[in-house]
DNA sequence: CATTTCACTGACTCCAAACTCATTGACTTT
DNA sequence: AAAGTCAATGAGTTTGGAGTCAGTGAAATG
Protein backbone atom coordinates (compact mmCIF):
# COMPACT_ATOMS: atom_id res chain seq x y z
CA UNK A 1 0.00 0.00 0.00
CA UNK A 2 1.33 3.48 -0.99
CA UNK A 3 1.20 6.12 1.30
CA UNK A 4 -0.33 9.82 0.07
CA UNK A 5 3.66 10.98 -0.16
CA UNK A 6 5.01 8.04 -2.11
CA UNK A 7 1.90 8.90 -4.24
CA UNK A 8 2.35 12.65 -4.38
CA UNK A 9 5.82 12.09 -5.19
CA UNK A 10 5.76 10.19 -8.13
CA UNK A 11 2.97 12.25 -9.49
CA UNK A 12 5.30 15.34 -9.12
CA UNK A 13 7.90 13.10 -11.15
CA UNK A 14 5.50 12.32 -13.95
CA UNK A 15 4.28 16.23 -13.72
CA UNK A 16 7.78 17.05 -14.37
CA UNK A 17 9.02 14.21 -16.86
CA UNK A 18 5.52 15.24 -19.26
CA UNK A 19 6.10 19.07 -18.86
CA UNK A 20 9.91 18.67 -20.06
CA UNK A 21 8.46 16.45 -22.98
CA UNK A 22 6.30 19.23 -24.03
CA UNK A 23 8.60 22.30 -23.11
CA UNK A 24 11.34 20.60 -25.11
CA UNK A 25 9.30 19.07 -28.60
CA UNK A 26 8.13 22.81 -28.63
CA UNK A 27 11.66 24.66 -27.72
CA UNK A 28 13.92 21.81 -28.44
CA UNK A 29 16.41 20.61 -25.75
CA UNK A 30 18.48 24.09 -25.16
CA UNK A 31 14.96 25.40 -23.15
CA UNK A 32 16.15 25.25 -19.40
CA UNK A 33 14.85 24.17 -16.25
CA UNK A 34 13.41 27.31 -15.10
CA UNK A 35 10.87 26.86 -18.30
CA UNK A 36 10.38 23.07 -17.28
CA UNK A 37 9.55 24.66 -13.70
CA UNK A 38 7.33 27.24 -15.09
CA UNK A 39 5.52 25.45 -17.04
CA UNK A 40 4.49 22.91 -14.94
CA UNK A 41 4.19 25.33 -11.79
CA UNK A 42 6.29 23.65 -9.86
CA UNK A 43 9.53 25.91 -8.08
CA UNK A 44 12.94 25.32 -9.78
CA UNK A 45 14.36 23.44 -6.75
CA UNK A 46 11.94 20.64 -7.37
CA UNK A 47 13.19 19.36 -10.27
CA UNK A 48 16.52 18.69 -8.30
CA UNK A 49 14.72 16.69 -5.84
CA UNK A 50 13.73 14.25 -8.85
CA UNK A 51 16.54 14.66 -10.93
CA UNK A 52 20.11 15.43 -9.97
CA UNK A 53 20.85 17.07 -13.00
CA UNK A 54 19.42 18.20 -16.00
CA UNK A 55 21.40 15.80 -18.33
CA UNK A 56 19.72 12.79 -15.93
CA UNK A 57 16.71 14.02 -16.48
CA UNK A 58 16.45 14.27 -20.11
CA UNK A 59 17.93 10.64 -20.01
CA UNK A 60 15.36 9.42 -18.04
CA UNK A 61 12.63 11.23 -20.39
CA UNK A 62 14.35 9.39 -23.64
CA UNK A 63 14.21 6.31 -22.09
CA UNK A 64 10.39 6.71 -21.13
CA UNK A 65 9.93 7.61 -24.34
CA UNK A 66 12.07 5.02 -26.28
CA UNK A 67 9.94 2.37 -23.98
CA UNK A 68 6.77 4.06 -25.35
CA UNK A 69 6.88 4.71 -28.79
CA UNK A 70 8.58 0.85 -28.98
CA UNK A 71 5.66 -0.09 -27.55
CA UNK A 72 3.51 1.41 -29.97
CA UNK A 73 5.36 -0.16 -32.86
CA UNK A 74 5.13 -3.18 -31.52
CA UNK A 75 1.71 -3.01 -31.00
CA UNK A 76 0.54 -1.53 -35.13
CA UNK A 77 3.30 -4.44 -36.60
CA UNK A 78 0.20 -6.76 -37.38
CA UNK A 79 1.41 -9.99 -38.79
CA UNK A 80 1.16 -10.82 -42.82
CA UNK A 81 0.39 -7.07 -43.22
CA UNK A 82 1.38 -5.18 -46.55
CA UNK A 83 4.35 -3.02 -46.98
CA UNK A 84 2.51 -0.30 -47.16
CA UNK A 85 0.34 -1.07 -44.34
CA UNK A 86 3.64 -1.16 -42.71
CA UNK A 87 4.86 2.38 -43.58
CA UNK A 88 1.80 4.08 -42.64
CA UNK A 89 1.49 2.66 -39.09
CA UNK A 90 5.22 3.72 -38.95
CA UNK A 91 4.22 7.36 -39.92
CA UNK A 92 1.25 6.94 -37.59
CA UNK A 93 3.01 6.49 -34.75
CA UNK A 94 5.36 9.12 -35.72
CA UNK A 95 2.74 11.54 -36.14
CA UNK A 96 1.85 11.24 -32.71
CA UNK A 97 5.15 12.12 -31.23
CA UNK A 98 6.36 14.24 -33.98
CA UNK A 99 7.39 17.33 -32.67
CA UNK A 100 9.46 15.64 -29.89
CA UNK A 101 10.93 12.92 -32.73
CA UNK A 102 12.20 15.94 -34.67
CA UNK A 103 13.87 17.43 -31.71
CA UNK A 104 14.94 14.00 -31.18
CA UNK A 105 16.52 13.13 -34.44
CA UNK A 106 18.01 16.82 -35.09
CA UNK A 107 19.58 17.21 -31.83
CA UNK A 108 20.97 13.74 -31.40
CA UNK A 109 24.41 15.00 -31.93
CA UNK A 110 24.43 17.54 -29.08
CA UNK A 111 22.55 15.47 -26.73
CA UNK A 112 24.04 12.87 -24.13
CA UNK A 113 25.34 9.31 -25.13
CA UNK A 114 22.50 7.60 -23.80
CA UNK A 115 20.73 9.15 -26.19
CA UNK A 116 21.93 7.82 -28.76
CA UNK A 117 21.44 4.55 -27.07
CA UNK A 118 17.85 4.95 -27.36
CA UNK A 119 17.33 6.54 -30.59
CA UNK A 120 19.43 3.38 -31.98
CA UNK A 121 16.96 1.36 -30.36
CA UNK A 122 13.98 2.83 -31.62
CA UNK A 123 15.88 2.12 -35.05
CA UNK A 124 16.68 -1.31 -34.57
CA UNK A 125 12.81 -2.06 -33.34
CA UNK A 126 11.65 -0.24 -36.75
CA UNK A 127 14.26 -2.22 -38.52
CA UNK A 128 13.10 -5.08 -37.44
CA UNK A 129 9.68 -5.14 -38.50
CA UNK A 130 10.25 -4.00 -42.10
CA UNK A 131 12.80 -6.83 -42.10
CA UNK A 132 10.18 -9.52 -41.40
CA UNK A 133 7.70 -7.60 -43.75
CA UNK A 134 10.18 -7.38 -46.63
CA UNK A 135 11.69 -10.61 -46.25
CA UNK A 136 8.30 -12.75 -46.13
CA UNK A 137 8.18 -14.40 -49.94
CA UNK A 138 5.13 -12.48 -51.46
CA UNK A 139 7.11 -9.34 -51.21
CA UNK A 140 10.50 -10.61 -51.56
CA UNK A 141 9.99 -11.48 -55.02
CA UNK A 142 8.59 -7.76 -55.71
CA UNK A 143 11.53 -5.97 -54.39
CA UNK A 144 14.91 -5.23 -56.36
CA UNK A 145 18.50 -7.28 -55.16
CA UNK A 146 19.62 -4.35 -53.16
CA UNK A 147 20.96 -4.65 -49.25
CA UNK A 148 18.50 -4.78 -46.72
CA UNK A 149 20.18 -2.06 -44.75
CA UNK A 150 20.02 0.59 -47.79
CA UNK A 151 16.38 -0.67 -48.26
CA UNK A 152 16.01 0.70 -44.36
CA UNK A 153 18.38 3.59 -44.70
CA UNK A 154 16.24 5.21 -47.35
CA UNK A 155 13.27 4.84 -46.29
CA UNK A 156 14.09 6.85 -42.80
CA UNK A 157 16.75 8.82 -44.63
CA UNK A 158 13.71 9.79 -46.36
CA UNK A 159 11.20 10.31 -43.81
CA UNK A 160 14.18 12.00 -41.43
CA UNK A 161 14.69 14.72 -44.10
CA UNK A 162 11.28 15.44 -44.04
CA UNK A 163 11.18 15.84 -40.51
CA UNK A 164 14.45 17.70 -40.18
CA UNK A 165 13.84 20.17 -43.21
CA UNK A 166 10.00 20.31 -42.36
CA UNK A 167 10.15 24.08 -42.60
CA UNK A 168 10.39 23.90 -45.96
CA UNK A 169 7.86 21.36 -46.64
CA UNK A 170 4.90 22.54 -44.58
CA UNK A 171 3.86 25.08 -41.95
CA UNK A 172 2.12 22.11 -39.57
CA UNK A 173 2.92 18.46 -39.32
CA UNK A 174 5.12 17.15 -42.56
CA UNK A 175 4.29 13.79 -42.28
CA UNK A 176 0.22 14.67 -42.21
CA UNK A 177 0.81 16.27 -44.98
CA UNK A 178 2.77 13.95 -46.99
CA UNK A 179 2.89 10.72 -45.63
CA UNK A 180 0.72 9.08 -49.23
CA UNK A 181 3.57 10.52 -51.38
CA UNK A 182 6.12 9.15 -49.42
CA UNK A 183 4.91 5.98 -48.93
CA UNK A 184 3.98 5.39 -52.64
CA UNK A 185 7.03 6.86 -54.38
CA UNK A 186 8.98 5.07 -52.00
CA UNK A 187 7.65 1.76 -52.80
CA UNK A 188 8.02 3.02 -55.96
CA UNK A 189 11.64 2.98 -55.14
CA UNK A 190 12.28 -0.49 -53.73
CA UNK A 191 9.91 -2.30 -56.43
CA UNK A 192 11.25 -3.97 -59.42
CA UNK B 1 46.89 50.24 -52.86
CA UNK B 2 45.90 48.56 -49.25
CA UNK B 3 47.69 49.88 -45.88
CA UNK B 4 49.22 47.71 -43.52
CA UNK B 5 46.65 48.25 -41.26
CA UNK B 6 43.77 47.28 -43.96
CA UNK B 7 46.07 44.20 -44.73
CA UNK B 8 46.65 43.57 -41.37
CA UNK B 9 43.05 43.67 -40.19
CA UNK B 10 41.83 41.64 -42.95
CA UNK B 11 44.07 39.04 -42.14
CA UNK B 12 42.62 38.90 -38.83
CA UNK B 13 39.38 38.73 -40.10
CA UNK B 14 40.34 35.64 -42.28
CA UNK B 15 42.12 34.11 -39.64
CA UNK B 16 38.90 34.21 -36.79
CA UNK B 17 36.53 32.94 -40.00
CA UNK B 18 39.06 30.07 -40.56
CA UNK B 19 39.96 28.97 -36.80
CA UNK B 20 35.75 29.03 -36.30
CA UNK B 21 35.08 27.15 -39.42
CA UNK B 22 38.48 24.31 -37.73
CA UNK B 23 36.57 25.01 -34.34
CA UNK B 24 33.28 24.45 -35.43
CA UNK B 25 33.84 21.41 -37.36
CA UNK B 26 35.49 19.84 -34.63
CA UNK B 27 33.43 20.79 -31.63
CA UNK B 28 30.21 21.75 -33.18
CA UNK B 29 28.36 25.34 -33.10
CA UNK B 30 28.35 25.08 -29.04
CA UNK B 31 32.07 25.76 -29.14
CA UNK B 32 32.56 29.57 -27.89
CA UNK B 33 33.95 32.38 -28.32
CA UNK B 34 36.89 32.12 -26.37
CA UNK B 35 37.76 28.45 -27.77
CA UNK B 36 38.32 30.16 -30.90
CA UNK B 37 40.35 33.08 -29.95
CA UNK B 38 42.66 30.55 -28.03
CA UNK B 39 43.02 28.34 -31.17
CA UNK B 40 43.61 31.69 -33.52
CA UNK B 41 46.13 32.76 -30.90
CA UNK B 42 44.20 35.68 -30.21
CA UNK B 43 42.87 37.77 -27.27
CA UNK B 44 39.43 37.21 -26.48
CA UNK B 45 38.37 40.71 -27.29
CA UNK B 46 39.50 40.81 -30.64
CA UNK B 47 36.81 38.54 -31.69
CA UNK B 48 34.34 41.32 -31.29
CA UNK B 49 36.45 44.03 -32.67
CA UNK B 50 35.92 42.53 -36.39
CA UNK B 51 32.44 41.11 -35.46
CA UNK B 52 29.47 42.60 -33.38
CA UNK B 53 28.32 39.22 -32.23
CA UNK B 54 28.59 35.64 -32.43
CA UNK B 55 25.97 35.01 -34.34
CA UNK B 56 27.10 37.68 -36.45
CA UNK B 57 30.25 35.33 -37.18
CA UNK B 58 28.87 32.27 -37.45
CA UNK B 59 26.42 34.42 -40.48
CA UNK B 60 29.21 35.19 -42.14
CA UNK B 61 31.26 32.16 -41.92
CA UNK B 62 27.82 30.41 -43.41
CA UNK B 63 28.08 32.58 -45.80
CA UNK B 64 31.44 32.62 -47.38
CA UNK B 65 31.08 28.57 -46.70
CA UNK B 66 27.36 29.13 -48.80
CA UNK B 67 29.38 30.78 -52.12
CA UNK B 68 32.76 28.66 -51.26
CA UNK B 69 30.78 25.20 -51.51
CA UNK B 70 28.71 26.03 -54.15
CA UNK B 71 31.27 27.42 -56.26
CA UNK B 72 32.92 23.42 -56.44
CA UNK B 73 29.58 21.89 -57.32
CA UNK B 74 29.45 24.49 -60.08
CA UNK B 75 33.26 23.82 -61.04
CA UNK B 76 32.64 19.79 -60.76
CA UNK B 77 29.17 19.85 -62.62
CA UNK B 78 30.42 19.28 -66.44
CA UNK B 79 28.02 19.03 -68.73
CA UNK B 80 26.63 15.76 -70.25
CA UNK B 81 28.16 13.82 -67.90
CA UNK B 82 26.49 10.53 -66.39
CA UNK B 83 24.61 9.96 -63.36
CA UNK B 84 27.15 8.14 -61.45
CA UNK B 85 29.58 10.86 -62.42
CA UNK B 86 27.57 13.48 -61.43
CA UNK B 87 26.84 12.12 -57.79
CA UNK B 88 30.14 10.99 -57.33
CA UNK B 89 31.27 14.51 -57.99
CA UNK B 90 28.64 15.63 -54.97
CA UNK B 91 29.78 13.61 -52.62
CA UNK B 92 33.80 14.31 -53.46
CA UNK B 93 33.06 17.67 -52.56
CA UNK B 94 30.99 16.96 -49.76
CA UNK B 95 33.84 14.85 -48.34
CA UNK B 96 36.11 17.94 -48.55
CA UNK B 97 34.19 19.68 -45.91
CA UNK B 98 32.65 16.53 -44.46
CA UNK B 99 32.76 17.57 -40.62
CA UNK B 100 31.61 20.78 -41.23
CA UNK B 101 28.81 20.14 -43.29
CA UNK B 102 28.06 17.70 -40.82
CA UNK B 103 27.61 20.24 -37.97
CA UNK B 104 25.57 22.58 -40.35
CA UNK B 105 23.01 19.76 -41.08
CA UNK B 106 22.78 18.22 -37.91
CA UNK B 107 22.62 21.51 -36.16
CA UNK B 108 20.71 23.57 -38.54
CA UNK B 109 17.51 23.73 -36.41
CA UNK B 110 19.23 25.32 -33.30
CA UNK B 111 21.49 28.10 -35.24
CA UNK B 112 20.31 31.66 -36.45
CA UNK B 113 17.33 31.82 -39.32
CA UNK B 114 20.12 32.73 -41.99
CA UNK B 115 21.81 29.32 -41.67
CA UNK B 116 18.15 27.87 -42.74
CA UNK B 117 18.65 30.64 -46.03
CA UNK B 118 22.42 29.16 -46.67
CA UNK B 119 21.38 25.48 -46.32
CA UNK B 120 18.39 26.17 -48.94
CA UNK B 121 20.65 27.77 -51.53
CA UNK B 122 23.14 25.10 -51.08
CA UNK B 123 20.65 22.18 -51.67
CA UNK B 124 19.28 24.53 -54.60
CA UNK B 125 22.51 24.51 -56.76
CA UNK B 126 22.40 20.64 -56.35
CA UNK B 127 19.13 20.04 -57.71
CA UNK B 128 19.29 22.28 -60.23
CA UNK B 129 22.55 20.21 -61.17
CA UNK B 130 20.95 16.84 -60.42
CA UNK B 131 17.76 17.85 -62.61
CA UNK B 132 19.85 18.61 -65.70
CA UNK B 133 21.76 15.54 -65.59
CA UNK B 134 18.63 13.83 -65.31
CA UNK B 135 16.32 15.59 -67.27
CA UNK B 136 18.82 14.76 -70.11
CA UNK B 137 16.88 12.32 -72.93
CA UNK B 138 19.21 9.06 -72.44
CA UNK B 139 19.08 9.34 -68.55
CA UNK B 140 15.05 10.12 -68.56
CA UNK B 141 14.54 6.62 -70.54
CA UNK B 142 16.39 4.55 -67.84
CA UNK B 143 14.65 6.10 -64.98
CA UNK B 144 11.26 5.57 -63.22
CA UNK B 145 8.32 7.88 -63.41
CA UNK B 146 8.74 9.38 -60.25
CA UNK B 147 8.35 13.15 -59.35
CA UNK B 148 11.64 14.79 -59.57
CA UNK B 149 11.73 16.53 -55.82
CA UNK B 150 11.50 12.74 -54.59
CA UNK B 151 14.22 11.47 -56.34
CA UNK B 152 15.87 14.24 -55.42
CA UNK B 153 15.27 14.31 -51.61
CA UNK B 154 15.99 10.72 -51.21
CA UNK B 155 19.34 11.12 -52.33
CA UNK B 156 20.23 13.56 -50.12
CA UNK B 157 18.03 11.90 -47.28
CA UNK B 158 20.20 8.79 -47.78
CA UNK B 159 23.40 11.50 -47.79
CA UNK B 160 22.39 13.20 -44.52
CA UNK B 161 21.45 10.27 -42.91
CA UNK B 162 24.85 8.47 -43.17
CA UNK B 163 26.18 11.98 -42.19
CA UNK B 164 24.30 12.51 -39.05
CA UNK B 165 24.12 9.25 -38.37
CA UNK B 166 27.78 8.76 -38.80
CA UNK B 167 28.88 7.69 -35.16
CA UNK B 168 26.63 3.91 -36.37
CA UNK B 169 28.55 3.66 -39.60
CA UNK B 170 32.35 4.53 -39.15
CA UNK B 171 35.43 6.00 -37.29
CA UNK B 172 36.66 8.36 -39.57
CA UNK B 173 34.78 9.82 -42.72
CA UNK B 174 31.39 8.33 -43.50
CA UNK B 175 30.70 9.26 -47.28
CA UNK B 176 35.07 7.98 -47.92
CA UNK B 177 33.83 4.50 -46.39
CA UNK B 178 30.71 4.26 -48.27
CA UNK B 179 30.48 6.44 -51.30
CA UNK B 180 30.23 3.67 -53.68
CA UNK B 181 27.98 1.84 -51.61
CA UNK B 182 25.30 4.60 -51.51
CA UNK B 183 25.71 5.75 -55.20
CA UNK B 184 25.60 1.97 -56.82
CA UNK B 185 22.41 1.10 -54.80
CA UNK B 186 20.73 4.65 -54.89
CA UNK B 187 20.99 3.96 -58.37
CA UNK B 188 19.74 1.19 -58.57
CA UNK B 189 16.77 2.18 -56.60
CA UNK B 190 15.73 5.43 -59.35
CA UNK B 191 16.18 3.12 -62.28
CA UNK B 192 13.80 0.86 -64.01
C1' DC C 1 -0.93 13.70 20.67
C1' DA C 2 4.08 14.39 20.26
C1' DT C 3 7.73 13.51 17.40
C1' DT C 4 9.86 12.61 13.23
C1' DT C 5 10.12 12.50 8.32
C1' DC C 6 10.22 14.50 3.91
C1' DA C 7 8.26 16.76 -0.53
C1' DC C 8 8.47 21.12 -1.77
C1' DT C 9 9.95 25.97 -1.75
C1' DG C 10 12.56 30.01 -3.34
C1' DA C 11 16.26 32.81 -2.35
C1' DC C 12 20.87 31.91 -2.78
C1' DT C 13 25.67 30.60 -4.83
C1' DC C 14 28.54 29.44 -8.55
C1' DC C 15 30.05 29.42 -13.04
C1' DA C 16 30.78 30.17 -17.75
C1' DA C 17 29.54 32.53 -21.55
C1' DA C 18 29.01 36.90 -24.32
C1' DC C 19 30.22 41.34 -24.68
C1' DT C 20 32.73 46.10 -23.16
C1' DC C 21 36.23 49.48 -22.83
C1' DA C 22 40.34 52.06 -21.27
C1' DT C 23 44.93 51.41 -22.65
C1' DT C 24 48.83 50.55 -25.72
C1' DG C 25 51.94 51.10 -29.42
C1' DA C 26 52.58 50.45 -34.27
C1' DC C 27 51.08 52.56 -38.36
C1' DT C 28 49.33 56.60 -41.09
C1' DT C 29 48.84 61.29 -42.15
C1' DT C 30 50.20 66.03 -42.52
C1' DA D 1 58.76 64.13 -36.65
C1' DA D 2 54.54 65.45 -34.34
C1' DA D 3 49.79 64.44 -34.14
C1' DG D 4 46.25 61.47 -34.98
C1' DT D 5 44.27 56.89 -35.87
C1' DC D 6 43.04 52.38 -34.92
C1' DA D 7 43.87 47.08 -34.45
C1' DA D 8 44.61 44.50 -30.74
C1' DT D 9 44.64 43.58 -25.81
C1' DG D 10 42.92 41.59 -21.48
C1' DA D 11 40.90 42.69 -17.33
C1' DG D 12 36.73 43.93 -16.44
C1' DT D 13 31.01 43.70 -16.39
C1' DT D 14 26.70 41.54 -17.23
C1' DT D 15 23.63 37.90 -17.92
C1' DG D 16 21.47 33.69 -17.34
C1' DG D 17 21.81 29.18 -16.59
C1' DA D 18 22.45 24.89 -13.25
C1' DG D 19 22.54 23.35 -8.92
C1' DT D 20 22.20 24.13 -3.34
C1' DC D 21 20.14 24.35 1.06
C1' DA D 22 17.83 26.00 5.30
C1' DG D 23 13.14 26.44 6.22
C1' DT D 24 8.08 24.97 6.26
C1' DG D 25 4.06 22.43 6.97
C1' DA D 26 1.58 18.35 5.91
C1' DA D 27 1.93 13.40 6.45
C1' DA D 28 3.66 9.39 8.79
C1' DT D 29 4.95 7.07 12.94
C1' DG D 30 4.86 5.40 17.70
Same mark, same amino acid.
Given at each position: ?73 ? *? ?10 ? =?? +??? &? /? %? ?60 ? *? ?10 ? =?? +??? &? /? %? ?17
Amino acid at each position: MKTKRQIQKEATRKLILDTAYQVYASEGFSATTNQIARAANLSHGTIFVHFPTVENLIICLLERFGLEINAQFH *LLAEKDESLETF =LA +AHI &S /V %LIRYEDFYKRLISEINVLPQEAKYVFINIQSVVSFHLNQVIERDQEKETIKEIPMHIVFNSW *LGLIHYYLTNSY =LF +AAG &S /V %LTDHKDELILNYIKLIRK
